[in-house]
C-alpha cells in the first residue's frame, strides 16, 4: 500500500480505525512524507482526515500516541496476566482442535471416558491412549507401529486427524502429561496422566529413536533394513528383488536381499545379500548378546535416580516460591537464585545420565530372552534390541557361488 501512495496510484485510504493502520508515531510520519503533496484522503467510520492538512495531521499524531499508550497497556495487561498464570501454574489450554490431546477445552481436567467412546468402548480414555504410547515406546516399539495400530482403532487427534508420529513424538515430549510447565520442571494446575519416571523415560525413548531409521527402509517388513550398512561405502542397506536363474527355461526365481542402492540412496551399488540368511545371522547373534555376561544393566537404574530427582523437583519448587514471597536483603536473594541454578544442573546431570542409559536398560528389560521369543516380538521391538545390541556391516563378498558366508558379515556389539 505505500508503494502505491508514493506512486501516485493511491488517491483515498479507507480503514475501519485509526489504529488499524498506524500504532506507532513514526509508522505517521513514513505514510505523511510519502504522501505529502498528493492530495491523499483518509476515511474511518470515525470520520476524514486530509494527509495535507496541517490540522489533520496534529489530530492524527495524537491518535498515533494514544494508540501507542494503548498498545503499551495491553502488552504490560497480558504480560500481568501471563505471570499470574505461571504462579498458579496454568498456560494457555488451546491446541490443534481447541484442546489439547487428553484435556477438556480448560486445559486442566482429564477428558471423561463417555467424551472418547470408540468402537463402544466408553470405559477408554485419551488419557489411557496417552499411557498406551508411553508403555510400549518404553518397551522398544517405533512410533509408527504403535499409531498405525491406533488409527486402524479408531483413535484421532482433538483436530479429527489420524494420529500420526508427529503427534505421538509431540505428546510424549511435552512435560504437560507429566503435570509440568512448560519449563519441565515447575508443577502445574493439573493432575499428571505420567508419572515424572514413566514420562522421563518415554521422551528420552522418544529422543534416542528418532531419526535412527531412515524413510522408505520398509521397518514393517524386514529386521535390517536401514540398519545394516554397506561395508564398502557405509550406506544403509535396504530391500531389493533380484532375479536369478535360466529364464529360457523357465527356471528363474527372485530373491529378496539387503542393497547397497546406487540409484536413490548415493551408495555404491556392489555389495547385497540375501535377506532370509542375513535376519537369521543376525537374530542369532543378538540373542546371543542379550544373554551374555557382556550385557550391562543399566548404570543408573530409574529407582535409584528417581527419588532425588523428586526430592530436587520439591525442592525447586520451594525455592520459587521462596523467591517469589521473600522481600528481605539482596544477599538472601542471591543464596536462593544460587542454590535454584545448583538443583537446575544437577537435574540437568540426572536426565543426561538417564539419557545415556535408556539403551541398555532396553537389553536389560530383554535379559534372557530366547531366540523364539525374540523372533515373537513386534518388529519395531526386535527392530530396536539389535540397533542397541549390534553394529551390522555387510562386507564385499569373498567369492562367487550360492550360499551365506558369515565371514562376509561383521557384527559389533555396542
Known amino acids: 500500500m505505500l508503494a502505491d501512495v508514493e506512486a501516485g496510484h493511491v488517491r483515498a485510504i479507507v480503514v475501519y480505525h485509526g489504529d488499524r493502520l498506524i500504532r506507532q508515531p513514526w509508522d505517521l510520519e513514513m505514510l505523511l512524507n510519502l504522501a505529502r503533496g498528493k492530495g491523499i484522503r483518509l476515511a474511518s467510520p470515525t470520520g476524514e482526515r486530509d494527509l495535507d492538512s496541517a490540522e ?11 494508540a501507542r499508550r494503548e498498545s503499551a497497556n495491553i502488552s504490560r495487561r497480558q504480560k500481568a ?19 489439547r490431546f487428553g484435556f477438556a477445552s480448560d486445559g486442566v481436567t482429564h477428558l471423561a471416558a463417555d467424551r472418547c467412546e470408540v468402537a463402544g468402548r466408553r470405559e477408554v480414555t485419551e488419557a489411557d491412549i496417552v499411557r498406551e504410547m508411553a508403555r510400549r515406546t518404553i518397551a522398544g516399539e517405533s512410533a509408527g507401529a504403535i499409531v498405525t495400530d491406533l488409527a486402524a482403532r479408531g483413535w484421532a487427534s482433538p483436530a479429527a486427524k489420524p494420529l500420526d508420529r508427529s503427534t505421538l513424538k509431540r505428546i510424549l515430549r511435552n512435560p504437560r502429561y507429566a503435570g509440568l510447565m512448560p519449563d519441565g520442571e515447575t508443577k502445574a494446575a493439573w493432575e499428571p496422566v505420567l ?3 514413566t514420562w522421563e523415560r518415554a521422551r528420552m525413548a522418544v529422543d534416542r529413536r528418532a531419526g535412527a531409521f531412515p524413510r522408505g527402509t520398509h521397518p514393517a517388513r524386514w529386521l535390517l533394513s536401514g540398519i545394516a550398512c554397506c561395508g564398502r561405502c557405509g550406506r544403509p542397506m535396504r530391500i531389493a ?22 540409484r536413490d540412496r548415493g551408495g555404491c551399488g556392489k555389495v547385497y545379500r540375501n535377506a532370509a540368511h542375513l ?11 542379550l544373554n551374555s555376561p557382556l550385557n550391562p544393566q543399566a548404570r543408573v537404574p530409574a529407582a535409584d535416580f528417581m527419588p532425588e530427582w523428586t526430592a530436587l523437583a520439591g525442592e525447586r519448587a520451594d525455592v520459587e516460591a521462596a523467591l517469589a514471597d521473600y522481600r528481605g536483603s539482596a544477599g538472601r ?13 544437577r537435574i ?5 545420565l538417564e539419557a545415556a542409559n535408556e539403551g541398555s536398560r532396553l537389553l536389560a528389560d530383554y535379559r534372557g530372552i530366547t531366540l523364539e521369543e525374540f523372533r515373537a516380538l513386534p518388529l519395531p521391538v526386535s527392530r530396536a534390541l539389535v540397533s542397541s545390541c549390534l553394529r551390522v ?8 557361488g550360492p550360499g551365506f558366508r558369515t565371514e562376509d558379515v561383521r557384527l559389533e556389539p555396542l
Open 333 to 345: 536473594t542471591r543464596l536462593l537464585m544460587r542454590r535454584l541454578d545448583s538443583i537446575d544442573a
Open 195 to 197: 508419572d515424572r519416571e
Open 279 to 289: 535376519d537369521a545371522w543376525v537374530s542369532v547373534h543378538t540373542v546371543a548378546r
Open 241 to 262: 528383488h533380484i532375479t536369478s536363474g535360466d529364464r529360457a527355461k523357465g527356471r528363474s526365481y527372485k530373491t529378496v536381499v539387503y542393497a547397497c542402492s546406487k
Open 348 to 352: 540437568t546431570e540426572l536426565r543426561g
Open 56 to 66: 489533520d495531521q496534529f489530530v492524527l499524531s495524537i491518535e498515533a500516541a494514544m
Open 81 to 99: 496476566r501471563f505471570d499470574r498464570w505461571r504462579r498458579d501454574g496454568k498456560v494457555m489450554a488451546g491446541g490443534p482442535g481447541g484442546r
Open 393 to 400: 556391516t555387510v562386507l564385499p563378498a569373498s567369492g562367487r
